[in-house]
């Protein structure tokens, strides 16, 4: 099992940057996939982001390519996003997930632990 806890998010204005973080606690973080998603007011959790378990591979959403970065770091049991060029339509809850497993997949349904979200609010 594993435990995951996000931080980062806050107000930016439109253009801006943010990095958030989900720090792991728990079995051998370097066993799991992980996976960014968020979440707007009246709409469903959305993949963001995935990441490999040793990084060598990503994936990203459509909306937020070119934009966002996903990577992580192993030996602090980090993920992190980089958002950059953020946009109001990318105001949302943004949660982290980790899932067993070698492939990337964007399916929340497949991701087992999954963090409490961090708010970010982008202000045009």
């Known amino acids: 099992q594993v435990q995951l806890v996000e931080s980062g998010g806050g107000l930016v204005q439109a253009g801006g940057s943010r990095r958030l973080s989900c720090a792991a606690s728990?079995?051998?973080?370097?066993?799991?996939?992980m996976g960014w998603f968020r979440q707007a007011p009246g709409k469903e959790r959305e993949f963001v982001a995935a990441?490999?378990?040793?990084?060598?591979?990503?994936y990203y959403a459509d909306s937020v390519k070119g934009r966002f970065t996903i990577s992580r770091d192993n030996a602090k049991n980090t993920v992190y996003l980089q958002m950059n060029g953020l946009k109001p339509e990318d105001t949302a809850v943004y949660y982290c997930?980790?899932?067993?497993?070698?492939?990337?997949?964007?399916?929340?349904?497949?991701?087992?632990?999954w963090g409490q979200g961090t708010q970010v609010t982008v202000s045009s």
């Open positions: 997930a980790a899932r067993e497993g070698i492939v990337l997949v964007i399916n929340r349904i497949l991701y087992k632990y």
């Open positions: 728990g079995r051998t973080f370097s066993s799991y996939a």
């Open positions: 990441i490999t378990r040793s990084g060598d591979m990503t």
